[in-house]
C-alpha cells in the first residue's frame, strides 16, 4: 500500500490496477468491499460485493453491453456483449457444438500435460517456466485442436490475442501506443481469421468451426459475420483465461506446501481445489455492464444508463459469503465464487478450463520432486481484466515419470 492510502472508489480502483499492485490487487479490493456500491468520479459504478455483484449479474435490467455504446448500434458484436433474444439464440449455437467436442477429453489432456512435463526430464535438478511451458501451451493445443484452427499458427494469433486482450482493461490504463496496436490487432484477426474460414468451407473437418459452418439444422446456422466473432472469441477465451488459472493455481500451491502435499497424494482434492484458485486468485478479475432502468441496490440508485463494473475478484473475498476469505482452503465447502461469472453469460468454457487446470496441476504436484518458486511474486502480465504471470520459474530437484507410464 502507498504511504498515503487511497479513499475515494476512484483513487481505490486506479490503485487496484496499477501495475505496481498486480501482484497483489487484493487489500484495495478489500477497502472497496466497505460500500459495495459506489460511483466513481467518471459516473461508472463499482460493485465489489458477492450479494450485489451475484444479484446483478442475474438482473434483467441489466445489460452485457458494458459500454452502453448506442454510437456504435449495428455493429457486429460477440455474444459476451450482446443481451437476449440474439444473446441466447446464438449462445445454443455455439454450445450444441462445443459441449459434445469436450465431453471425453480427459485423456487426450492428460497426454498433452504428460508430453509438456515429459520435455524436461533430461534435467535433474532443472527449472521449468510454468507459463510457457505449460499453461499457455496446453490450453492453446486444445482449443485449437476443437475449433480446427492450425496450432502452427500460434504465433500469428497468440500475439494478436495479447495485444487484443489490453482492450478489454478500462479505458484510459493503455498507453497510445498499444491502442494503436489494439486497432491494428482487431484488422489482423478478421483477416486471420475470415482467411481460415474460407479455407475450412471448401475443405471441411469434423472441429467446432465446421460444425458451426455446416449444421444440417437450418437453425443451428450462423451467418458469416457472427461465425467469424465467435470464432475469435472462442480461440481468444479458450488460452487467454485458463493460462491464468493454472498459473495462478500453481502459484496458491507452492505458496501452501500442505495443499501440494495433499494434492500429490490424493487426486480428488483436485475438483474443490481449482475451484478454490477460482474463487481465491481468478483468471478474470473483472466484468463490465450497463444499466437499463434505474436500479435500486445496497441503499443506493444505480441510473438507468449507468456504466457498471462487477469486481469478480473482489466479491470472492467478501467475508459476507466466505469464511476466512483471505485463506486458500484447497477443500473450502460451499464455493459458489463468481470466477466463471454467472446468469446468462457464464462461462462456456468452464468445464474445459476446470479440466484442463485440474490435470496441469495434479501432474505438477505428483511429478515435481521438491518444488520451488525461484522468484515471489513472479513477475504479472499488464493486463489488469485477465490477470496473471508472465513468467512462473519453479525449479525442481527431480521429474519423475507419469504415474500412469511409470
Ligand atoms: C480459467 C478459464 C476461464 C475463466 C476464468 C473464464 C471466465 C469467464 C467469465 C468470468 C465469463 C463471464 C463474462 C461476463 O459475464 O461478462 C466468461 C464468459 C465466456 N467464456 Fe470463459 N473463462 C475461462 C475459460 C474459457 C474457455 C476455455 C472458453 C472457450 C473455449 C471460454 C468461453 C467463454 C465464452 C464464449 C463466454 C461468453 C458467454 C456468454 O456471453 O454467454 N471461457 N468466461
Redesign the pocket.
Same mark, same amino acid.
Given at each position: 500500500m502507498p504511504t498515503t492510502t487511497p479513499s475515494s472508489a476512484t483513487d481505490l480502483f486506479t490503485h487496484a490496477l496499477q501495475h505496481d499492485n498486480r501482484a497483489n490487487p487484493y487489500p484495495y479490493f478489500a477497502r472497496m468491499r466497505q460500500q459495495p456500491v459506489t460511483r466513481m468520479d467518471d459516473g461508472t459504478w463499482l460493485v465489489s460485493g458477492h450479494h450485489e455483484i451475484t444479484q446483478l *449479474?442475474r438482473d434483467p435490467r441489466i445489460s452485457?453491453d458494458r459500454l452502453n455504446s448506442n454510437t456504435q448500434k449495428g455493429a457486429p458484436k460477440s455474444? !459476451?456483449v450482446l443481451d437476449p433474444p440474439r444473446?441466447d439464440q446464438l449462445?445454443r449455437l455455439?454450445t450444441q457444438e462445443f459441449i459434445p467436442r469436450i465431453t471425453g477429453m480427459r485423456d487426450h489432456i492428460h497426454d498433452l500435460v504428460t508430453h509438456l512435463l515429459d520435455a524436461h526430464t533430461s534435467q535433474q535438478p532443472g527449472q521449468l517456466d510454468v507459463v510457457t511451458d505449460l499453461a499457455y501451451p496446453l490450453?492453446v493445443t486444445v $482449443?485449437c485442436e476443437l475449433l480446427g484452427v492450425p496450432r502452427q499458427d500460434e504465433p500469428v494469433f497468440g500475439s494478436l490475442a495479447r495485444r487484443l486482450t489490453r482492450g478489454l482493461d478500462p479505458i484510459g490504463t493503455q498507453t497510445a501506443e498499444e491502442l494503436h496496436e489494439l486497432q491494428q490487432a482487431r484488422i489482423e484477426l478478421i483477416q486471420y481469421l475470415e482467411g481460415l474460414i474460407e479455407k475450412r468451407r471448401t475443405n471441411p473437418g469434423d472441429d467446432l468451426l465446421s460444425g458451426l459452418m455446416f449444421s444440417q439444422n437450418p437453425a443451428g446456422q450462423m451467418g458469416p459475420i457472427d461465425l467469424r466473432i465467435t470464432l475469435g472469441?472462442?480461440l481468444i477465451? +479458450?488460452h487467454e483465461?485458463?493460462v491464468? *488459472?493454472i498459473a495462478n493455481g500453481t502459484l496458491a500451491l507452492l505458496r501452501n506446501p500442505d495443499a501440494l502435499t495433499r494434492l500429490r497424494t490424493d487426486p480428488d482434492l483436485a475438483t474443490p481445489l481449482v475451484e478454490e484458485v477460482?474463487r481465491y486468485d481468478?483468471?478474470?478479475q473483472m466484468?463490465?455492464r450497463s444499466a437499463l432502468a434505474d436500479i435500486d441496490i445496497a441503499g443506493t440508485t444505480i441510473p438507468k444508463g449507468a456504466r457498471i463494473r462487477l469486481m469478480?475478484a473482489a466479491g470472492n473475498r467478501d467475508a459476507h459469503r466466505f469464511p476466512d476469505p483471505d485463506r486458500f482452503i484447497p477443500d473450502r465447502p460451499d464455493n459458489a465464487h463468481l470466477?466463471? +461469472?454467472g446468469g *446468462?453469460?457464464?462461462? $462456456?468454457? &468452464?468445464t !474445459? &478450463?476446470r479440466t484442463e487446470?485440474q490435470i496441469a496441476l495434479t501432474a505438477l504436484a505428483r511429478r515435481l520432486a521438491s518444488p520451488r518458486l525461484v522468484t515471489d511474486p513472479p513477475p504479472y502480465r499488464e493486463n489488469a481484466v485477465l490477470r496473471g504471470p508472465e513468467h512462473l520459474l519453479v525449479s525442481f530437484d527431480r521429474l519423475t515419470p507419469d504415474p500412469r507410464t511409470a
Open positions: *449479474l452485457a455474444l !459476451l444473446h449462445r455455439v490450453p $482449443i472469441l472462442l477465451a +479458450g483465461t485458463t491464468n *488459472l477460482l481468478p483468471p478474470v466484468s463490465g469478480l470466477g466463471f +461469472g *446468462l453469460h457464464y462461462c $462456456i468454457g &468452464a !474445459l &478450463a487446470a
